[in-house]
């Protein structure tokens, strides 16, 4: 009142019972007859502050959630700025969140396509596109980051929009399938191939046969197929054991990979698959 300045200030009163109200309050000078008065208004914003504490305390509990979850997820504006990337998509990508824009986030967040080397071009990338309105479900990418084991990932998303339809950005969750596709990986490859030599097994085998008699008739020319017998294996099974016997059956296998199977037993088979166009040394030797 002394200066002639308005004041503005926020404060707790102190009830008769002891409990507090936050209170807001300001003044505004007043000229009198004699001398000069002020007039006070106080508000008591007892419930705005409730709210703002219990957003405070929702955001919290939010944040909390989402770096608790080993389910990475990512969110941006509708700029494009990322503005949401939790502790399991750090941990993907090896390094902290930074403020990169759509065509930087290949590069700089190593993403690949699923066969690990091919890099995602921006429009492949899975926000981008839930940016872009696509409803994004399980597309497959690779993260790849430099001197770290590369990962498999899902990433399922869409976009975020406001209740009068505005875009206010995106939003993917991506999971982590790096061990299961590893897992689905040796299955295909165990149910095609023998488990001792590592050759295509039968199966395998006349698959390949189909496939070179359609190229066949299509193309012309021939196709071969060469049986391979191990003379004298059983001797060798009966003289040193079949550790032995298993370890001879390994080195053969390692001689003839690229073109053979193993039906079973002593027998690997060798299918020659353009057998009137090969160059010599590219064809099986001659048994003596």
Known sequence: MDTGQPIRGQDNFVRRDGTTVPVAYSNAPVPLARGRGAVVAFHDFTDSNRAQIEQERERELLSTVLESLDTGVVACTAEGALTLFNRATREMHGIPEEGRFPAEWAGHYDLFLRDGRTPMRMEEIPLLRALNGELVRDAELVIAPKGQPQRTVLCSGRAMQSSDGRTLGAVVAMHDVTERRKVEEQLAHQALHDPLTGLANRQLLLDRLEQSLLRRSRRGGAA??????LDE??????????????????????R?????????HDRPDHHQRHLDSDPPHDRPPRRR
């Open 224 to 229: 071969g197929v060469l049986f391979l017998d």
């Open 256 to 264: 003839v990979r690229g073109r053979a199977a193993r039906r079973g």
């Open 233 to 254: 294996f059983k001797t060798i099974n009966d003289a040193h054991g079949h550790d032995v016997g298993d370890a001879v059956l390994v080195a053969v296998g390692n």
